[in-house]
């Protein structure tokens, strides 16, 4: 489903599209103070409040260590959060029981900046495993179940969707950066997630290779209507894909808004006194 | 007791720290002060002042001292109420040297993988602990110490004759029974040995001209004969299959055990917690039972034989391997544990995906080498009527036989040997 990226401020998306039902004018994501205190006593997240418009792209950005992790992972529980709401389609996660996580998860994809692909298994592998969440409740997480043909067909459509169709049989850890996260994205494809969870997908990637990912994130969220969280350490790449902003400071939300919005003014409260903003494009 | 607010620690804990700080070094002084007075004291001065006091002509203050103790190494023990006295003199110095915070026992409590920020905090920190440090080193030394009189280190004893004569007999008799090279080796070993006896007479005779001089070494050398060799390759080969039957009825045990024994898939819920402390708790106790009980145990219940052995070796190698595969296991990248939790799959379906492809050399390099290493446990299984080698080995033994246990021995060491180069080779054909 094709949906236009809305340039309208934060909370007027509704507005906007008001001629949409309601279930989608909600937003699709809302956090509701979030903590989080980690055992040893770092607190890595005091209170974030956002909302997440449906089909929005949302970049997080903020200095390494402001917590920008950290709250991706709490949105799917990977970290259990402290305290605070987490509502993902009006349901609250951080109530879910482990089996009704786990079909939440199915709907919320995620990549990482370490891909972490399976390294020792071949691509296609990596990419059906996405899938795992629909078979978890058969006997033994569904270990013995052998791969449905029509989810292998799928699994080589996604490829080819990220252009590597030809690499399936190749085992992940002899793939480039660039195309290991390409499989990873695959991967979330075969989830077919309302939700994609980017953690700081493109830190470790050239500047070339880093625009074609996320050029295939921007398909996903315009073309296959897939809201994108995204966290980000570049302000061009920021201006280029995103039409919302939020920025996190020592585990506290600084900042929210529309990318253009960003002054160098919000660049200094945001970075540091010290910060100078460098360029990639 | 107060560890100093720039010592960095997680707040919450800090109060526990302190505690244990306190309880540790006082612990610490305790056993300083036994081990000053039994071993210092006890086992070194006392004898060497009444070394003084028992002497040709004795000397005067040692005397006093040994009668005012009523001391005779031959019958004083060290009582149990005097070291409750000793024990409970330095927990009590402990107690004042741990008020201070300063010691040792809080040092050691403090240690956390918390840094400092501050250049000045990591000076003051190294400061504050300057006299834990000279404490830990004592700590050390009086352990050294401790170990040597026990262990009853004599270095003078390498160098008598009269051992140095048994051993080289004994091994020149083992050396005969070496297969193949086992006559050439002793005549040759016989030479060197029969050289080093002249060489010692003849520098005895130079200082004492009537000293008797040793004896040259006069040996036969009966290798083993072929059916012999028939015979013990087929008990061999009996301890050989005995461990592989072992290992591989291992492996299936420990590998769905491991998972339950790694402290990073098992912190989620509190059943997996308690399955965590079980089987931690099954390995500890089944790892510090020797196989050779459990031999004897088997033996007990079905019977002298290999297959109480394979058992024995099987029980102590589930244990083993569980241990090595589940630290395997927590030590493997949490990248695409994540990766696949947050795509909702069940933990059985993430341990298969992201763990087990991460875990599986090691996997086969640990059971390789346990195999190999229940292959030479095998033979000592065998002491106790588990099957195999071992039992040929101890009926030897007893006899004296010490050709046929060199025998033995070199044959055991070829499958050993054999046993590492493929483990070699597999290690190198699997990376």
Known sequence: MFRPRSHAPWKSSSVESSSQSSALNDPILSLRGVEKVYPNGTRALKG??????????????????????????????????????????????????????????????????????????????????????????????????????????????????????????????????????????????????????????VASLDPSTSNSVMQYLKILNEKHGVTVICNLHFLSLVREYATHVVALRGGEKVFEGKPLDITPQWFKDIYGEQAKEVEIH | MRIPSFVPLVENERRTRELSGFVIEILVWGYLALVLSRIVWWDIALPFIEGFAIDEQPKQWAVKIIESLAYDSRYSEFSWSAAGTVFAVGSLLGSVIGLSGRGFGPWVASISKLQVNNPEDSIRIREHWSYARIEGLLLLLMTILTGWVLTRVQLSKMTELVGLQSFGRLVLQLACGLPVIGKPLFFALEGVFNLLVMLNNSVTHLFDAKAEPLPAFVLECVP?????????????????????????????????????????????????????????????ITRSIEPIIWAILFSVWIGIGPFAGALALMVHSVSSLVKQYSEAIEGVDDGPIEALEATGASHVAVAWYAVVPQVIL????????????????????????GGGIGGLLIQEQGLAHWTQVGTLAALIFVVVWTMDFLSAKVREAIQ
């Open chain 1, 48 to 201: 974030v409040s956002f909302d997440v418009p449906r089909g929005s792209f949302v970049a997080v950005i903020g200095l390494s260590g402001s917590g920008k992790s950290t709250m991706l992972r709490c949105i799917n529980r990977i970290h259990e959060p402290t305290a605070g709401e987490i509502l993902f389609n009006a349901q609250d996660i951080t109530k879910l029981s482990s089996r009704e996580l786990r079909q939440t998860r199915q709907q919320i994809g995620m990549v990482f900046q370490h891909f972490n692909l399976i390294k020792r298994r071949d691509v296609l592998t990596n990419v059906l495993s996405g899938k795992l969440g629909h078979i978890a409740e058969l006997p033994f997480g569904g270990i013995f179940k052998r791969w449905p043909k029509e989810w292998v067909e799928e699994a080589h459509e996604a490829l080819k969707l990220v252009g590597i169709p030809d690499k399936s049989l190749v085992r992940a850890d002899g793939l480039s950066g660039g195309q290991q996260q390409r499989v990873a994205i695959a991967r979330t494809l075969m989830q077919k997630p309302k939700l994609l969870l980017a953690d700081e997908p």
């Open chain 2, 224 to 284: 083993s004969d072929a059916s012999y060799y028939g015979n013990a390759v087929s008990k061999l080969l009996e301890s050989v299959y005995l461990a592989f039957m072992a290992t591989f009825f291992a492996v299936p045990v420990a590998f769905v055990l491991a998972f339950f024994g790694a402290r990073n898939l098992t912190r989620h819920s509190f059943t997996t917690r308690l399955a965590y402390s079980a089987v931690r708790l099954y390995i500890n």
């Open chain 2, 362 to 385: 090691p996997y086969m390099a640990f059971t390789i080498y346990r195999w190999d290493i229940n292959v030479r446990m095998a033979t000592i299984i065998g002491l106790v009527g």
